[in-house]
């Protein structure tokens, strides 16, 4: 049975449920005299809508906002503030600027019904209201209205998805440099340094075309390239002297605890190239498998040059830092043995555009 709410009850009724929650389409009725909206109910209540009376156009506009109904039947000619002024107020509050609205009008020239139009009005109904014409008419704007209002209830969800992914990302993004800052505490150059060839190693991808869709995973191996260290004990990670080769071996194994520490983490999967293979050699005297030439992933061959160029121009707890030049003939004097041929002259010529050789 429709559900009627009488002008006794309209100023103390309350809300209907939003409309993304309805399952009856909500018509608010205006019009200054009785008998027009009874006339509107009767013809209306055989169908099952939730009916709402307004009797003057600052009622209507307030109950508009508190009921958000499907479509509102407004009569044109009301004493106070008339049918095209409700509807121009109505298409400047943006709670209700996308309300159908369908105006009833005795007045069928062309001049009315053009201000109509320019007012906001969606449609008219002429009187005397025929009642097939007004069913049709409710029923094809209550539908195209819901229809409308999933699209916007699907894109408000989908707003909603991608900012909620977009803080979990930016979240695991501050865990990943909190485990940096972990490392640092046991190496004080280690988050420094993460910084430095994290920056460079961006640059460099900038260089020579690298996807833009990639460079998040890209910071993100950088970022995470020592990861592996923390399985290094301290007495080899912070020796100050020459490490002894059952030493070098233990420090060899980091690539592969940062490979066991990060691909059970589904998220980290497209950024493991770096950590696994940073320490791979063009002509696979690398470790830790010994990969040769293009078989080494790009990711990791941008990085072998950033990180040797910063180990070589940073102080080390046994030596202290060499001279750019120094860094760049290391660099050329092993294109094609250690590192790949083709992006040392890319590199070299980046850092000379980015500061002076010493």
């Not at 044109?76 to 159908?100: F, K, N």
């Not at 001049?111 to 409710?138: C, H, N, T, W, Y």
Request: charged share 25%; aromatic share 6%.
């Amino acid at each position: 049975m429709t559900s009627y709410v009488n002008e006794s009850q309209m100023a103390s009724s309350k809300p209907i449920p939003e409309r993304s929650l309805r399952t009856t389409s909500v018509i608010l009725i205006v019009d200054d005299d009785h008998n027009g909206r009874e006339i509107l109910a009767a013809l209306l209540r055989p169908y099952h809508y939730e009916l709402l009376f307004a009797s003057d156009g600052y009622q209507a506009l307030a109950m508009a906002q508190v009921h958000t109904p499907d479509v509102i039947l407004l009569d044109v000619m009301m004493p106070g503030m008339d049918g095209y002024e409700v509807c121009q107020q109505l298409r400047s509050i943006p709670i209700t600027a996308e309300m159908p609205v369908v105006l009833i009008t005795a007045l069928d020239d062309r001049d009315s019904r053009l201000q109509g139009l320019r007012s906001g009005a969606d449609d008219f109904i002429s009187k005397p209201v025929d009642a097939m014409e007004l069913q049709v008419r409710v029923r094809t704007i209550t539908r195209l209205n819901r229809y409308r209002l999933l699209v916007d209830e699907r894109r408000r969800a989908e707003q909603i998805a991608l900012q909620a992914a977009a803080e979990l990302t930016h979240a695991y993004d501050r865990t990943l440099e909190g485990w940096v800052r972990a490392l640092a505490l046991r190496d004080v150059e280690t988050e420094a340094h993460s910084q430095r060839v994290t920056a460079l190693t961006i640059q460099l991808a900038e260089q020579i075309g690298y996807p833009q869709e990639r460079m998040t995973h890209l910071w993100r191996g950088a970022l995470l390239h020592d990861i592996g260290k923390i399985g290094i004990p301290d007495a080899i990670l912070l020796k100050p002297g020459k490490l002894t080769d059952g030493e070098m071996d233990v420090i060899r194994k980091h690539p592969e605890y940062a490979y066991n520490l990060l691909y059970p983490i589904a998220y980290l999967h497209p950024v493991l190239n770096i950590p696994y293979a940073h320490h791979e050699r063009w002509d696979g005297s690398g470790y830790p498998r010994g990969l040769r030439g293009d078989a080494i992933p790009l990711e990791a061959r941008m990085f072998a040059l950033v990180d040797v160029w910063d180990a070589l121009c940073s102080d080390r707890p046994y030596r202290k830092a060499m001279s750019t030049a120094y860094a760049e003939r290391e660099l050329q004097d092993h294109a094609g043995i250690l590192y790949d041929p083709e992006l040392v002259p890319i590199f070299i010529q980046m850092m000379h555009q980015r500061k002076p050789t010493s």
